[in-house]
């Protein structure tokens, strides 16, 4: 199985170096023919709007919509959970997503990058992770098909901060920053089991 890094902007090599160390083939992908190739794709953290810019400047956005709607095995973290969302609360004027995750996300939903924090999780099928937050969404709302994996609270409310729907991740965190692969191998493990071939 060969996985790609989204490679137009944000954190890409700290994404490539986890994959690796869970004996991942990953490689930055930044061309049609690259995003034709791979079997799993990761949208990593960084500026989900020139993410998704950057990517109707190469004329890649509709490409990534389609792979990732037709079942390409899709981990987004930080940026990338809003990139999968179908709706987002407090978009950018015109801000585009790639969807293919039933769920409202609400960008920049825990403050500024002053109010960047760190806190431990528990994280469904892998238990206690330390979770890095900058600038981070969460999830609003999400389709009874989306499951939640892991959720923070904050003034008594609980807010989903990773969630799973088939073939689709998606974190607010930044496990690429901790050293602790486990959510890497997660997806490795249990969206990509049984894949053997792109589509």
């Not at 700290?14 to 995003?35: D, F, K, W």
């Not at 997503?97 to 469904?124: C, H, M, P, Y």
Request: proline share 4%.
């Amino acid at each position: 199985m060969k996985l790609g890094v989204l490679a137009l902007q944000g954190d890409v090599r700290e994404h490539i170096a986890a994959l690796n160390e869970c004996g991942a083939e990953a490689q930055p992908v930044r061309t049609a023919a690259e995003i034709r190739s791979i079997d799993g794709l990761i949208l990593p953290g960084g500026e989900s709007t020139t993410i998704a810019k950057l990517a109707r400047s190469f004329d890649l956005f509709d490409l990534i919509s389609g792979r990732i709607k037709d079942g390409l095995p899709t981990y987004g973290s930080c940026a990338g959970m809003i990139l999968l969302a179908n709706e987002l609360v407090d978009g950018a004027k015109g801000q585009e997503t790639f969807g293919g995750l039933d769920v409202k996300v609400r960008r920049n939903a825990f403050g500024r990058q002053i109010d960047s924090f760190e806190t431990d999780l528990d994280f469904a099928g892998i238990g206690s992770v330390h979770a890095v937050f900058i600038r981070a969404p969460w999830v609003e709302t999400t389709d009874p098909r989306v499951e939640v994996l892991a959720s923070v609270e904050i003034d008594g409310i609980s807010h989903p901060v990773a969630v799973r729907q088939n073939h689709i991740l998606a974190t607010s965190f930044h496990p690429e920053l901790t050293g602790d692969n486990r959510v890497h191998r997660y997806f490795v493990t249990e969206l990509l089991r049984g894949v053997s071939t792109h589509s």
